[in-house]
Structures are given as structure tokens and as C-alpha cells.
């Protein structure tokens, strides 16, 4: 192997763990010799005692460079610091094991495999210590890579047993331990990769270099959908470091390539192209238009997608209803590593280095794309520089690939900031309608969730064969939080009327969750005030008897959410009503939700809202998760903080406004963030569990933007039903707030 | 093309670019010095930030033909191994999560804590503001920061 082209990712014993990892992301060439042990493809053990464990997820931020390593080493009985890490890619030993990285699934979709993979190896190492001391099995245990005989004290390391190891039995059903023997599931790990990371010589996508690459940006069709008509690039040929301009078909959105020396060329020869658009059938698509065209649309039936009781009679005899409709926009990804992939082209063969959620996508896309059999394409998976669900489309891999191919060379293909803002896809915005009927009592008793949005248009679903069946929302469980509303309505009824617009849209960090959510827990907020209830009260009420609920193939655990609703309750302080101060109006709200029946989160927001600024700071977010076994506590708090944050990004800034086909934003200019300035301390608590592992890279997202929505109407007496909650939408004052959105439907 | 010598991390680097090259793509792809993140371009996202002369600059925002006689140090030269406190105080307080970002946001904690010692709440808010981190690890920055600050401040 030509060792310049092999890209390591290493920190010393430096690291806090301790750790030696070294991640290749180039898999060696045939090292099967006699003397290795490879039980399975997650493992391998060589003489000289070097533990190898390949990582089957791509490392986002999300932490799987430590968790999944926690989970083989556990059952491996090796410790950190006499393993090395390398990333899986498609193909090969891992044909049939998915590598795609998505849906908060990298717990939840490794934890039996991997556990069976380390319990294998460490049983069969155990068995040829004992074949070559001809005792039992039982008498010898495995532990810091080492099996000893317990009466004797003698002992091998695994790369002694290596060889022998090879020759045993795989037995079907290896002992996996009982939770309470973890040593290493359960406990705090800090990140494995950390030292990389702070030195500067971690190696993410756009940190690829191999030798004689090109770098290579590109303009794309300024309005969706348009189409390239000709181009001119005498200009951008003349601009130094410029080598070839090529046109790109495949991708989300058709355009001229620049490819140059290096990136700030391409760049200057992008400026210098000219080029004729075809601007196509969307050229006056305006996002504002749109969202009014979806409101209207709340008054179609769409497609049920969940029917509890008779949840039209009951609104229509109820003593009290209410309704009212949300809206959650457009919104971008932003990673801060911009799309990018690095391609190289051979006549024969193609090598890709990319920063991919979803390899084996990146993989049969470019063998189709070149005509290639699968195995002739070798998908390297690099760092992320944040994921979010942007980067399980494989759309910049396939530029990539016709750049290279055009240019006989490997080719680094870059997104620029509005590149990446503007040209890919987006989380579709979205209308809820909801009304909803409470008995004279003041107790809830019908819901009506009418959710109108966009299919996820990238990833094809549902097809138009699809849409023939009256069930294809609710047999695939959608739309997440109206079809799995864990509340106990005797009548609840859900729609889903898809109305879809020219925007690419796909996955965003919590995909589905977020609108249904948002509405659902502002609504109940409004159910609970309208009867003068407390919000945390109406809640655990609704969630009596705290029985399981079953809907689709999901069990949903009511008293699991009782319990994280009561213990965020109780940290934040919730029966302490906080105190205005003369400048500031203060106030706190809650909200919940259940992330694919097996997280069960709740969170309370604490505002404040400048009494004459109106400007809006979100102090401090209370956190309670019970996601069951808990791998890494520390990892877990790290993606409630991040999730938060996420969704503390959309409910205060985020929105993509679409005018004349095009995405407005282009930068971090004028589609904001949350910065340091506007964190909020956050704080976690884990509520234990011990049901089977559940995933938690997303769950933190849904319930903000909500539990900050009631917190502000707590403070304020003002309802924001539209995100992003920007200050302008509080000064209109609090008498003449909602009127038009709500409304008493039965005044009685 | 003119020739400009960049003093990189106790280096002298010769190169022969045009002069509007931003110092960042200088950096990342003519010297190999990946450490310095692309995020936007504009001086707005802060994951470029190198010091010049010991302040923290946007290095995408500094053409080549703007460095003659000027010192900078990258993320690369901040320590020979990661043994910088505030590198340590990352890796303590368990900081990075894509760790993207995680190269400027160091470079500016290390110039901050060098003007003010003993930064506070509102200094951290001030000068980490410029940045972004989309993986939301702005508390564990601020614990870091805090955390690097003290330790030199026993020193």
C-alpha cells in the first residue's frame, strides 16, 4: 500500500482515556495470514497482540468512535489501550452489515451484534487456551486480553492465542454477560478521537489530500429544478491555477464545475464562468405563497393516519373547543464542514473519500454511475464536521465522481457556504391544525391533529404507486408525533395531507418529529390554560393510567414518560413560579415527547423577555431522559446539550425563505445560530432503566422549541404559534394577541 | 505569479500564488495545513481562526499579499503534541463532539485567556460569540475555557 495515501487519524496516550487509536480508513491489503484471528467482521486479533475493531457507523459528532467500541470491548474483555480502531467501508467483510448512519439508530441497530461479536471472539479465545493446556473451558477466564487459568495462573495474551483461536468452532450462541458484570457499558468514556480533534490533525472530508488531486467548486442552476443551457468559460480558463470546466448533470442541482489547483482557483474561475440557465418550471416558487397554499390546504382530509373512538362527534358535543394551526418552516442543515467529497476515477475502478452517513448509497450510486461492478468502488469514510441527516444523500459524492471522471484525476469536489445553505436540501416546512374538546369538567377528551407537509421528496417516498393505498401514511407510522401521540384521548384523530412544493426536502436532525411536536405540546399548553390547569398537571392526567399503549408496531410506555415529566419537573424547580424582575417578564414551560417508543424525554425552558426590548433569552433547559441501558452517560448528556441546542437554533432563528426558486439565506449571516452568547446552561438528568438501549442522537431536538413556546406564553400571555420566535412577534401587545388563530368554535 | 514567504509556526513558507489568496487556502492547500477549518468564507462562523502576531484573525479573511512581516500560528503549532492547557482542558472536559469547529474556538480561548487571564462569563460570551458550533458545545467550551484559565493561573 502506498503509505502517502493511507490517512490516519491518531492521538497518543495523551488522550484522556488513555488510548492509543489509530483509525485507517484505507482497509490493509490481504493481512490474512494463519496468524490472524478474525472471528467475525467487526474483529481481528494478530500475533504480535494488536486488537483491531472496525467501526461500523460513521462518526458525525454522535460519539460512535467510543460507544460502539465500549460495546465489543465489554464482551471482548480487552481494554483501550491495547486496541486500534478502523472504519468499516461497503463491501467486503461487511457485505450484509449496514453501514448507513441514521434515524438515532447506532446504539439501537449495534448493540446485540456487537455484544455477540465480542462475546464470540472472547469464547473462542477461551477455548483454545484451554485445548492447549487440555483443562475445561470453564476453568479459564478472559480479561485485559489475556486468558488465565484460574487454579494455575498461567496465561496467554490473545496474540498468542491468535492462531489457535482461528481454528475453533464459532459457537451460535456465545454467553453475553449479565448487565450487572459491565465494567466498561455504563461507565464514563470521554472520547476516544479527542486528541486529534484539538490538534488540528483529525482528517475530515475536506481535509482529504492524495497525490495529484485537483480541487474543484461549482455554480449551480440558481433556481430549483432549472436546467443548464450553455456556458462560457474562456474567462474562467484564464484565471491562473484553472484547469478544466466541465459541465455536472448528476447531483440535486445541474451546473458547470471549475476545477482547478487548488480550491481558491476553482473559486475565482466559478466567478469568472458565464453561463446560461434555463430557469425552468419553479422560477417564481415563493415560500411564503406556499405556506399560505398549505394553510389553506387544512381543510382537506388527506390520509388518516391513526382513528381513536369518534373524534369528529366528540369535538362536535364537546363543551369546550378549541383549535389552532403552526407552522414550522423551511429549514437548512448548516453543517460546518460544507459538503465535499474527494473522487478518484480510474478506468477500471473508483475510490471515494467522503464525509457520508451513507456509504453503501455513495457506493451502488457510483458503480451505476460508471458502470462499474460494486466491488471495483471503494467508499473511505472520513470525520464528519456534523452530520444531521444532510449527509445521507450522496449527491455531492456523485458530482465528485463526474469531476473526476472528466478530469482523469482525483478530484476534490467543495461546497461553498451558499453552496451548502442554498443547493441542497432542506426539512420541509410544515402546517399542524389541531382542535381539540374538553368535557364540562374542564377534562380533555377528543384530539384532532391535521398535519400538512411535504413527503421526503429526496429519499422517493412514498412513491405515486404508493399513494394509491389510503394506509401508506399509517402503515408506515406516520407522521412521527401525531401517529405515536402518547396521550390518552378516548378520541384522537390524525391526518396527514401531503402537499408538496419544488424544494428538495429529506432528514434533518429528529426528521418527522419536530412540527407535529412543536404543535402537539404548545396545543395541549393551550387545552391546559383554557381550563385553567396547570401544563405539567393536564399532562400527567392525560397520560393516566400509565399503561402501555400500543399503536403500529410501537409499545409506548405511558408511566416512562410520567416519570422523566416529573423528575424535569422537579430539577427545574417547577412548583417555585419564577418572579418577574422590573425589566423582565419570566416564565417556564414544559413539554414532552417519545422518540420512536423507546426514548421517553421531557424538558422545562426558563425565559425571559425584555418587558420594553421584548428580546428573548432562553436561560437554563431541564432536561429528563430515560432511554434505557445507557451506554455512556457522558456521551448521552452530550447529545441532550446538542440536541437542544439544535432545536434552540430553529425555535429562535433557523427558517430558509424561497423567493424566485431560490433559497434566500446563503450564510450564517442571515440564517443564525445559537452562539455562546445565547447557549443556555443546560442540564441533564438521566432517569434509570433498565429496558434494551434506545437511541438518542435526535430525541433531545423535538420538545424545545414547544417547551420554549409555553414558556414564553408563561412570561408573556403571548402564544407564538409560528417559528422561528423572533422578538418582532412579541411586541404586539398581549390583548390583541391571538385572536385570529384561535378561536371558541362552540361558545357555550 | 508572485512569491510571498509566509512565517507559519516558527516556519518560513515560500509559495507563488496570487496575492487575493486568502491565507486560509494558502494554509490548507498549499501548505497541507488542514487544521484550519473552511465553515464560510466571510469572517463570520470562526473556524479559521489562526493567530497573527498572538491575536486571533479570520484566515480567510487575510490575503496572502497582506502577511509580509507578520507571525501566524495555527492550530498545528499551538503545541508540539497537545499539551497546550487549553488543549488539555478540551480533552478534560470532554468538549468535542464532530469537533469541527473545535480548532478556532481553541485558538481564540488561548488568545483570550492570554489578554485576560481570568476571564469571566461575559468575556467568554464576547470573544466565543464569533464562533459557531453546530454541535452545541458551548457549555463544556465555557467549562474548558475555565478550566484552562485556572490551571495557568496556578502556574
Known amino acids: 500500500m502506498n503509505s502517502t495515501r493511507r490517512i490516519f487519524l491518531q492521538t497518543s496516550a495523551l488522550a484522556a482515556t488513555g488510548l492509543v487509536i489509530g483509525i485507517e480508513l484505507r482497509r490493509p491489503a490481504s493481512s490474512d495470514k494463519a496468524s490472524v484471528f478474525r472471528p467475525n467482521a467487526y474483529i481481528s486479533i494478530t500475533h504480535d497482540n494488536i486488537v483491531r475493531l472496525w467501526l461500523t457507523r460513521s462518526e458525525m459528532g454522535q460519539g460512535v468512535r467510543t460507544t460502539l467500541p465500549m460495546m465489543l470491548l465489554e464482551e471482548l474483555e480487552a481494554d483501550w489501550s491495547q486496541v486500534q480502531f478502523e472504519q468499516a467501508m461497503p463491501g467486503g467483510q461487511f457485505n450484509g452489515i449496514r453501514l448507513r448512519t441514521s434515524g438515532s439508530g447506532s446504539t439501537v441497530g449495534t448493540y446485540d451484534a456487537l455484544r455477540k461479536a465480542g462475546a464470540t471472539a472472547r469464547e473462542m479465545l477461551i477455548a483454545a487456551a484451554a485445548e492447549k493446556w487440555q483443562v475445561g473451558a470453564s476453568t479459564c477466564r478472559a480479561r485485559a486480553a489475556t486468558v488465565t487459568h484460574l487454579s494455575t495462573g498461567r496465561h496467554f495474551t490473545y496474540g498468542e492465542l491468535a492462531s489457535a483461536a482461528a481454528r475453533q468452532k464459532v459457537p451460535d450462541n456465545p454467553p453475553l454477560k449479565n448487565p450487572k458484570d459491565f465494567r466498561i457499558i455504563g461507565t464514563r468514556v470521554k472520547r476516544t478521537d479527542g486528541l486529534g ?48 470546466v466541465v459541465p455536472i448533470k448528476s447531483g440535486i442541482a445541474t451546473g458547470v464545475a471549475v476545477v482547478a489547483d487548488h480550491t481558491w482557483a476553482a473559486m475565482k474561475g466559478r466567478e469568472a464562468l458565464h453561463v446560461e440557465w434555463d430557469l425552468g418550471p419553479n422560477q417564481h416558487f415563493d415560500s411564503e405563497a406556499f405556506l399560505k397554499e398549505m394553510e389553506a390546504a387544512t381543510s382537506r382530509d388527506g390520509y388518516f393516519v391513526r382513528n381513536d373512538g369518534d373524534a369528529i362527534k366528540a369535538l362536535g358535543t364537546a363543551a369546550k373547543t378549541l383549535e389552532a394551526t403552526y407552522e414550522f418552516p423551511f429549514q437548512a442543515h448548516a453543517p460546518v464542514e460544507t459538503m465535499n467529497c474527494v473522487a478518484d476515477v480510474r478506468h477500471d475502478s473508483c475510490e471515494i473519500w467522503a464525509p457520508t452517513q451513507c456509504p453503501e448509497v455513495a457506493q451502488e450510486e457510483t458503480a451505476k454511475t460508471l458502470g462499474l461492478p460494486l466491488d471495483s468502488v471503494k467508499v473511505h469514510i472520513t470525520l464528519l464536521g456534523g452530520g444531521f441527516g444532510r449527509r445521507l444523500i450522496a449527491d455531492y459524492v456523485s458530482e465528485a465522481v463526474e469531476v473526476s471522471r472528466a478530469a482523469g484525476k482525483p478530484v476534490q469536489m467543495v461546497w461553498t457556504r451558499p453552496d451548502d445553505m442554498r443547493c441542497g436540501f432542506f426539512h420541509p416546512c410544515d402546517i399542524q391544525h389541531i382542535s381539540g374538546g374538553l368535557d364540562a369538567s374542564g377534562r380533555p377528551i377528543a384530539w384532532r391533529q391535521k398535519s400538512v407537509g411535504s413527503d421526503l421528496s429526496v429519499v422517493n417516498f412514498p412513491s405515486e404507486e404508493d399513494k ?102 422537579e430539577k427545574s424547580g417547577w412548583q417555585r413560579p419564577l418572579a418577574h424582575t422590573n425589566d423582565r417578564l419570566l416564565g417556564r414551560g414544559i413539554a414532552c415527547n417519545v422518540y420512536a417508543a423507546d426514548c421517553y424525554i421531557a424538558q422545562v425552558a426558563e425565559v425571559s423577555i425584555g418587558r420594553k426590548s421584548h428580546d428573548i433569552r432562553v436561560h437554563r ?93 408563561a412570561a408573556t400571555g403571548k402564544r407564538i404559534r409560528r417559528l422561528p420566535i423572533t422578538s418582532d412577534k412579541l411586541k404586539v401587545p398581549a390583548s390583541e394577541f391571538p385572536v385570529h388563530t384561535r378561536r371558541w368554535l362552540i361558545p357555550q | 505569479m508572485p512569491t510571498f514567504v509566509l512565517a507559519i509556526n516558527g516556519h518560513q513558507h515560500r509559495i507563488d500564488t496570487a496575492p487575493d489568496m ?62 497546550h492547557p487549553c488543549q488539555k482542558a478540551w480533552l478534560e472536559e470532554d468538549v468535542s463532539q464532530c469537533g469541527y469547529c473545535q480548532a478556532g474556538m481553541i485558538m481564540e480561548a488561548v488568545a483570550l485567556i492570554r489578554r485576560k487571564p481570568n476571564p469571566s462569563d461575559e468575556d467568554i ?31
Not at chain 1, 423567493?659 to 445560530?673: I, L, R
Not at chain 2, 466571510?42 to 473556524?47: H, K, L
Not at chain 2, 458550533?133 to 474548558?144: D, K, L, S, V
Open chain 2, 22 to 83: 486568502p491565507l486560509l487556502w494558502a494554509l490548507r492547500d498549499l501548505l497541507g495545513l488542514t487544521g484550519t477549518k473552511y465553515g464560510c468564507g466571510m469572517g463570520v462562523c470562526g473556524a479559521c481562526t489562526i493567530h497573527e502576531d498572538g491575536d486571533p484573525v479570520r484566515s480567510c479573511q487575510i490575503p496572502v499579499a497582506n502577511t509580509a512581516g507578520k507571525k501566524y500560528i495555527t492550530i498545528e503549532g499551538l503545541s508540539a503534541n497537545g499539551t
Open chain 1, 468 to 569: 394509491k393505498s389510503p394506509r401508506i401514511y399509517s402503515d408506515n407510522e406516520l407522521p412521527w408525533g401525531s401517529f405515536d401521540n402518547p396521550y390518552n384521548f378516548a378520541h384522537l384523530k390524525a391526518n396527514f395531507v401531503p402537499l408538496n412544493s419544488p424544494v428538495p426536502t429529506g432528514p434533518w436532525r429528529a426528521v418527522f418529529y419536530p412540527p407535529p411536536v412543536f404543535a402537539r405540546e404548545s396545543f395541549l399548553d393551550e387545552m391546559a390554560h383554557a381550563v385553567g390547569q396547570d401544563p405539567l398537571e393536564f399532562r400527567l392526567r392525560l397520560l393516566q393510567p400509565g399503561d402501555v399503549l400500543k399503536i403500529g408496531s410501537q409499545e409506548i410506555d405511558r408511566s416512562r414518560l410520567i416519570r422523566v415529566l416529573q423528575v424535569a419537573a
Open chain 1, 621 to 713: 433547559i431541564v432536561c429528563a431522559a430515560d432511554c434505557g441501558l445507557v451506554i455512556n452517560p457522558g456521551g448521552l448528556e452530550g447529545q441532550a446539550e446538542s440536541g437542544i441546542t439544535w432545536g434552540l437554533s430553529a425555535t429562535l432563528h433557523g427558517r430558509i425563505d424561497f423567493k424566485n426558486g431560490a433559497a434566500v439565506q446563503s450564510s450564517f449571516t442571515d440564517f443564525e445560530v445559537i452562539r455562546m452568547d445565547e447557549a443556555p446552561a443546560i442540564e441533564t438528568y438521566i432517569v434509570a432503566s433498565d429496558h434494551s438501549p434506545g437511541g438518542f442522537g435526535e430525541t433531545a431536538v423535538p420538545p424545545v422549541a414547544p417547551a420554549v413556546a409555553n414558556a414564553i406564553f
Open chain 2, 125 to 155: 460570551d464576547a470573544d466565543l460569540a464569533d464562533h459557531i458550533c453546530r454541535c452545541g458545545t458551548y457549555q463544556r467550551i465555557r467549562r474548558a475555557i475555565q478550566r484552562a484559565a485556572h490551571e495557568g493561573s496556578k502556574a
Open chain 1, 197 to 244: 480533534i484539538v490538534t488540528g490533525h483529525a482528517t475530515y472530508g475536506l481535509d482529504v489530500r492524495v497525490p495529484g488531486m485537483l480541487f474543484a467548486v461549482m455554480e449551480r442552476c440558481p433556481s430549483l429544478g432549472g436546467k443548464l443551457v450553455s456556458f462560457d468559460a474562456t474567462k474562467a480558463l484564464a484565471v491562473p491555477g484553472v484547469r478544466q
